[in-house]
């Protein structure tokens, strides 16, 4: 079974299976990426609330993966196995060692070496130069989000109405910068006649949730505290040290939902401009969140310590009318690194020239229905408890200090920790992983608990992983903006 799953699992593409694509030019690649965004929190993938209407038209208009699953839990890994196609246990990047490894090549250099002009635009702290993330883009911005704020409050073009709202906000103006830089270097480099990729993060869905004007108004306006009333910090509430209510988390909610809806609104925008200039049908467009969020789901916050859906299962949608069809709803499980390959297999870059051990698939629709993924993986190899430790040493953390892998397959879902533990899950039929069924059906633990171990020798993932933070090996203004979003 092991043979038979894992040649699946590799996705092989030969040029009898290459998606047969026939173009005089190569096409130009946006990802957009979203921070800290759930599934379940976008409009178009069933939520009640109209979170993401531009999401929604982009939907419409290409081909949405209803079981897109993350490799990782959180920014760092979750974005090296973007950039790489590889699982955390092959790239090996993670919170005990951030960097990534040299010995592996990105999306961008395989682009680079094509011809394509590359750029990313980035604000979240982990996605910058210093871990590596930079290799292959010929342009790389990292916004470091609180010096632009203050130098936006203090330029001449500034109106009052801005003050007012950055203040409110101080990530408020990063979206909107990210776009103005990506809509600038585009105009740029079309006049090179180089086609393109462009890759920039969304960081406004992540904590801290502070209201996202005017959005706010409309997703508070049923709630029934004051939000400045609510406690905003994950670790203080995980640690036990704070108590939240049922109404804490609906305020906790609105906030988030706020956020997101900003977001949306703002790559809306974009979109927008694309269309206008007449850009978008020659752009393979891909909209993905690198991970999830816990807004209070299973007595967790932010993004750790957990592989639950709640962090694993992302929006993904990609639109480019040559190959991926209008209106498409994909309900096959896909995982979001394989969008490495989905790139390579499309622009023609064969596998065997790459170092990488890529196990995904090409995500064009008709090749999906010839090559079923047999199960979805996702790791959180080291845990993060610095912040916690550190403020609250006289706390039992130990449920948190584990290693933990999920492993999916034909709608049961597996977790297992390194602390011995393990749950079970229906998630077809449970998908808020309420019912542990562990007890009940194991049969089907001891199944996946086999089929993952297979998994693990056979891409060759380490006995033991240093669990030790790198913060000593990092400059103190990094480590300064990294503790500010609760690292550290």
């Known amino acids: 079974m092991l043979h038979h799953g894992f040649a699946l699992h590799s996705g092989i593409v030969t040029a009898r299976n290459r998606p047969k694509i026939m173009q005089q030019r190569q096409p130009n690649i946006l990802m957009l990426t979203l921070e800290s965004t759930p599934a379940s929190h976008v409009s178009c993938y069933g939520y009640a609330r109209q979170t993401t209407p531009h999401i929604d038209r982009f939907a419409a208009e290409g081909a949405l993966y209803e079981q897109a699953i993350a490799p990782a839990c959180w920014t760092l890994p979750a974005h090296a196995s973007l950039f790489t196609g590889l699982y955390p246990s092959q790239h090996g990047t993670h919170f005990g060692n951030p960097f990534l490894s040299k010995d592996v090549v990105t999306i961008a250099e395989l682009l680079q070496r094509r011809g394509y002009a590359t750029a990313a635009f980035t604000t979240n702290d982990w996605v910058n130069e210093r871990f590596g993330f930079d290799r292959g883009f010929e342009t790389f911005r990292w916004s470091k989000r609180t010096m632009e704020w203050l130098k936006s409050l203090f330029s001449a073009e500034t109106k009052a109405e801005k003050v007012i709202r950055y203040a409110r906000d101080p990530f408020y103006p990063v979206g909107h910068r990210n776009n103005k830089l990506i809509k600038a270097w585009i105009k740029q480099s079309r006049q090179t006649g180089r086609p393109?990729?462009?890759?920039?993060?969304?960081?406004?869905?992540?904590?801290?949730?502070?209201?996202?004007?005017?959005?706010?108004?409309?997703?508070?306006?049923?709630?029934?505290?004051?939000?400045?009333?609510?406690?905003?910090?994950?670790?203080?509430y995980m640690a036990g040290a704070a108590t939240?209510?049922?109404?804490?988390?609906?305020?906790?909610?609105?906030?988030?939902?706020?956020?997101?809806?900003?977001?949306?609104?703002?790559?809306?925008?974009?979109?927008?401009?694309l269309r206008q200039d007449g850009i978008l049908d020659d752009t393979i467009v891909i909209i993905v969140a690198d991970h999830g969020e816990n807004l209070g789901e299973h007595q967790?916050?932010?993004?750790?310590?957990?592989?639950?859906?709640?962090?694993?299962?992302?929006?993904?949608?990609?639109?480019?009318?040559?190959?991926?069809?209008?209106?498409?709803?994909?309900?096959?499980?896909?995982?979001?690194?394989?969008?490495?390959?989905?790139?390579?297999?499309?622009?023609?870059?064969?596998?065997?020239?790459?170092?990488?051990?890529?196990?995904?698939?090409?995500?064009?629709?008709e090749n999906i229905a010839d090559k079923p993924l047999p199960f979805a993986v996702t790791e959180y190899l080291v845990s993060n408890l610095a912040r916690m430790?550190?403020?609250?040493?006289?706390?039992?953390?130990?449920?948190?200090?584990?290693?933990?892998?999920?492993?999916?397959?034909?709608?049961?879902?597996?977790?297992?920790?390194?602390?011995?533990?393990?749950?079970?899950?229906?998630?077809?039929?449970?998908?808020?992983?309420?019912?542990?069924?562990?007890?009940?059906?194991?049969?089907?633990?001891?199944?996946?608990?086999?089929?993952?171990?297979?998994?693990?020798?056979?891409?060759?993932?380490?006995?033991?992983?240093?669990?030790?933070?790198?913060?000593?090996?990092?400059?103190?203004?990094?480590?300064?903006?990294?503790?500010?979003?609760?690292?550290?």
């Open 196 to 236: 393109f990729f462009a890759y920039t993060l969304y960081f406004e869905p992540h904590y801290p949730y502070r209201p996202h004007y005017p959005y706010a108004r409309e997703f508070l306006k049923d709630t029934q505290r004051p939000w400045w009333r609510v406690n905003m910090d994950p670790d203080r």
């Open 244 to 273: 939240m209510t049922a109404d804490d988390f609906e305020v906790i909610n609105g906030l988030y939902d706020s956020r997101l809806a900003g977001t949306d609104a703002i790559i809306g925008r974009l979109l927008d401009d």
């Open 300 to 365: 967790l916050m932010s993004h750790q310590y957990c592989v639950y859906d709640t962090l694993a299962h992302i929006p993904l949608i990609i639109r480019y009318p040559r190959l991926f069809p209008a209106g498409m709803r994909i309900a096959e499980t896909v995982q979001s690194l394989e969008l490495f390959t989905t790139i390579i297999d499309i622009i023609g870059i064969d596998r065997e020239e790459i170092p990488n051990q890529v196990l995904g698939r090409s995500l064009v629709p």
């Open 389 to 488: 430790k550190r403020l609250y040493p006289d706390k039992d953390l130990s449920r948190y200090d584990r290693q933990l892998r999920a492993i999916r397959q034909d709608g049961w879902k597996a977790i297992f920790a390194s602390s011995g533990t393990a749950e079970l899950y229906h998630v077809t039929e449970d998908a808020g992983e309420i019912h542990d069924l562990a007890d009940v059906h194991p049969e089907h633990l001891a199944r996946l608990q086999t089929l993952l171990q297979d998994w693990l020798l056979a891409v060759g993932a380490p006995q033991t992983i240093a669990a030790n933070g790198s913060k000593e090996e990092l400059d103190a203004d990094l480590v300064k903006r990294l503790q500010d979003l609760g690292y550290f």
